[in-house]
């Protein structure tokens, strides 16, 4: 994208701004340089530019890094008497809905009225979102993703310290993860990098080559990793196989010599004897696995065959990845809303638009890119398998995509455990809030409702029987627990990794006993709670049991 400051194509029919609200503007123009920010002029990419299925799985001995420093330098955009102006620039009827909803919201002073008109605000607040989306890619100017971005739609809606705060956030994805603005994120689906999220409800267009071909490609790449895992797996049990035959044989061949004639050996002993059974097994199974292995390579042969086909097509029609689906983009805008209304809650702060008096001045309250990474690396410390997805034997390290939701909601959800179509190796999605009372809670109801779906999924339909699911479920069920079942473990979970974690006894004994078991602490750390009183003492003679057993 190669997008400026400047006016969109449609500048002719800008609205004029209300004199009560230009007044509210700062009179600073002065604009740091777009592709200074976003480093997407041309053809360069950046790291978000990266399509994530390039990149290899994650080994599981990886983790998140922290990130110092969390904010940079702060930039003019919310200075600029233009900001404001440069958003509602060619949007059509509803820029114009928007300015005059704003502007009587900002001055009623009747609290019905003032109630009334921020309800209007929301519908039409995403309806300019996704209509920005609509005309995404080169001629996309900084001032409406900054909108995207943080729903900042008049700069003096917040005090001058919110707005250096916010102008202090990184741009650029410089940290090599998967965490997206909306903006970006938008990107991203337009583009074809990534499908578009799933919904229950009825496709609003049909897939586009972008679409189509990107499924192909990560359906393609699930099947040959998972292919290559199996070819693996039986290397490894032929060469434990052929390890056990030497072994045999070498027992076989080895005699005894008769102890007055040391030329002469004696015969076959019994346990000799009864090696031979077990050599004609070794045998028949070692042929066996060379006959699957001879299938299981040109099986193989066919996936990369196809593999390469579809590459060279994305090679071919080099746009295919470039161009933008503005209609898939636009349609994306939509389950990004309700990704807004999950964090929000029912009962929570549904206007969407950064206000001073809903907006925490701090920088540790801000859902940044750079504070959930840190967040999600002390929650994997503390939950290692977290990310962990184990399919046909083999474990990898699979981080979810992540989407920074500027919103007031206090939860963080998953959105998808993982893709459909791909369920081997493909990102999970997770909607984290922007602007909640406290983000560390955010991002870790977030990790337990992955927790719990990627359990569920596992367990299939005995999730309520086996396993972490069916454990909790079983005792959820005992103790007649009222409300969602999902909802208290991500109760649960929240108090494992923020008071547990430390020694402090917070969850039902038995509770206590399903997550040290199925959501383990490191090893160092239940090293240290095993002194940390009896209960943990317990917890931890009941491990080495289950290892002498090997029941664990």
């Given at each position: 994208?190669?997008?400026?400051s400047?006016?969109?194509?449609?500048?002719?029919?800008?609205?004029?701004?209300?004199p009560?609200?230009?007044d509210?503007?700062?009179?600073?123009?002065s604009t740091?340089?777009?592709?200074e920010l976003?480093?997407?002029?041309g053809?360069?990419?950046?790291?978000?530019?990266?399509?994530?299925?390039?990149?290899?799985?994650?080994?599981?001995?990886?983790?998140?890094?922290?990130?110092?420093?969390a904010?940079g330098?702060?930039?003019?955009?919310?200075?600029?008497?233009?900001?404001?102006?440069?958003i509602?620039?060619?949007?059509?009827?509803?820029?114009?809905r928007?300015?005059?909803?704003l502007?009587?919201f900002?001055?009623?002073?009747?609290?019905?009225?003032?109630?009334?008109?921020?309800g209007?605000?929301?519908?039409?607040?995403?309806?300019?979102?996704?209509?920005?989306?609509?005309?995404?890619?080169?001629?996309?100017?900084?001032?409406?993703?900054?909108f995207?971005r943080?729903?900042?739609?008049?700069?003096?809606?917040i005090?001058p310290?919110?707005?250096?705060?916010?102008a202090?956030?990184?741009?650029?994805?410089?940290?090599?993860?998967?965490?997206?603005?909306?903006?970006?994120?938008?990107?991203?689906?337009?583009?074809?990098?990534v499908?578009?999220?799933a919904?229950?409800?009825?496709?609003?267009?049909?897939?586009?080559?972008?679409?189509k071909?990107?499924?192909?490609?990560e359906?393609?790449r699930?099947?040959?990793q998972?292919?290559?895992q199996?070819?693996?797996?039986?290397?490894?049990e032929?060469?434990?196989?052929?390890?056990r035959?030497?072994?045999?044989v070498?027992?076989?061949?080895?005699?005894?010599?008769?102890?007055?004639?040391?030329?002469?050996i004696?015969?076959?002993t019994?346990?000799?004897?009864?090696?031979?059974?077990?050599?004609?097994?070794?045998?028949?199974r070692?042929s066996?696995?060379?006959?699957?292995?001879?299938?299981?390579?040109?099986?193989?042969?066919?996936?990369?065959?196809?593999?390469?086909?579809l590459?060279?097509q994305s090679?071919?029609?080099?746009?295919?990845?470039?161009?933008?689906d503005?209609?898939?983009?636009?349609?994306?805008?939509?389950?990004?809303?309700?990704?807004?209304?999950?964090?929000?809650g029912?009962?929570?702060?549904h206007?969407?638009?950064?206000?001073?008096?809903y907006f925490?001045?701090?920088?540790?309250?801000?859902?940044?890119r750079?504070?959930?990474?840190?967040i999600?690396a002390?929650?994997?410390r503390?939950d290692?398998?977290?990310?962990?997805?184990?399919?046909?034997?083999?474990?990898?390290?699979?981080?979810?995509?992540?989407i920074?939701?500027?919103?007031?909601?206090?939860?963080?959800?998953?959105?998808?455990?993982?893709?459909?179509?791909?369920?081997?190796?493909?990102?999970?999605?997770?909607?984290?809030?922007?602007?909640?009372?406290?983000?560390?809670?955010?991002?870790?109801?977030a990790c337990?409702?992955?927790r719990?779906?990627v359990?569920?999924?596992?367990a299939a339909?005995?999730?309520?029987?086996?396993?972490?699911?069916?454990?909790y479920?079983?005792?959820?069920?005992?103790?007649?627990m009222k409300?969602?079942v999902?909802?208290?473990?991500?109760?649960?979970?929240v108090l494992w990794?923020?008071?547990?974690?430390?020694?402090?006894?917070?969850?039902?004994r038995?509770?206590?006993s399903?997550?040290?078991?199925?959501?383990p602490?490191?090893?160092d750390?239940?090293?240290?709670?095993?002194n940390?009183?009896?209960?943990?003492?317990?917890?931890?003679k009941?491990d080495q049991n289950r290892?002498?057993?090997?029941?664990?």
């Open positions: 994208m190669a997008g400026t400047g006016p969109s194509r449609n500048a002719g029919s800008s609205p004029d701004v209300d009560d609200l230009a509210l503007l700062g009179t600073n123009e740091p340089d777009f592709n976003f480093d997407t002029g053809t360069q990419k950046t790291p978000d530019a990266a399509r994530p299925d390039d990149q290899p799985l994650g080994s599981t001995e990886k983790r998140f890094e922290k990130i110092e420093p904010f330098d702060a930039h003019d955009f919310f200075s600029s008497a233009n900001y404001y102006k440069q509602l620039t060619g949007e059509g009827d509803i820029s114009k928007i300015h005059g909803l502007g009587s900002l001055k009623a002073e009747d609290p019905q009225d003032r109630s009334m008109y921020r209007k605000l929301a519908p039409a607040i995403w309806e300019l979102v996704s209509g920005i989306a609509a005309q995404a890619g080169s001629h996309l100017g900084l001032e409406k993703r900054l995207q943080f729903h900042l739609l008049l700069p003096t809606m005090n310290d919110q707005r250096e705060l916010l202090r956030v990184p741009v650029k994805n410089r940290t090599g993860e998967p965490v997206f603005y909306v903006d970006e994120w938008l990107e991203q689906v337009g583009s074809g990098r499908n578009q999220s919904t229950d409800e009825t496709k609003l267009h049909a897939r586009s080559q972008n679409e071909l990107n499924s192909r490609l359906k393609t699930g099947r040959r998972a292919q290559e199996l070819i693996r797996n039986k290397i490894e032929l060469r434990s196989n052929e390890q035959l030497t072994q045999l070498r027992e076989i061949t080895t005699h005894e010599t008769r102890s007055d004639m040391d030329d002469l004696l015969p076959y019994d346990a000799q004897k009864s090696n031979f059974s077990d050599v004609s097994s070794i045998m028949r070692m066996n696995l060379g006959r699957e292995l001879e299938r299981d390579y040109r099986d193989l042969d066919l996936l990369l065959e196809e593999l390469k086909e590459s060279e090679e071919d029609g080099e746009d295919v990845f470039e161009s933008m503005t209609k898939a983009a636009a349609a994306e805008v939509g389950t990004v809303r309700q990704m807004a209304k999950l964090c929000v029912r009962q929570g702060n206007f969407p638009l950064v206000y001073k008096q925490k001045a701090s920088s540790f309250d801000i859902g940044t750079e504070n959930v990474i840190n999600l002390d929650v994997e503390l290692p398998e977290l990310f962990h997805r184990t399919f046909k034997q083999q474990t990898n390290r699979i981080i979810p995509n992540v920074l939701i500027p919103c007031y909601g206090d939860t963080g959800v998953c959105w998808e455990p993982f893709e459909r179509l791909n369920r081997a190796t493909s990102r999970g999605r997770l909607a984290i809030p922007m602007y909640p009372k406290d983000l560390k809670v955010a991002v870790i109801t337990a409702d992955l719990w779906q359990a569920k999924e596992k339909h005995y999730w309520m029987e086996e396993g972490l699911t069916g454990w479920y079983q005792w959820f069920s005992e103790h007649k409300g969602d999902k909802d208290r473990f991500i109760e649960d979970y990794i923020s008071k547990e974690s430390e020694g402090t006894q917070k969850l039902d038995e509770v206590r399903i997550f040290w078991r199925y959501i602490f490191p090893q750390l239940r090293d240290t709670l095993k940390r009183g009896f209960v943990y003492q317990e917890l931890y009941k290892a002498i057993s090997d029941g664990y």
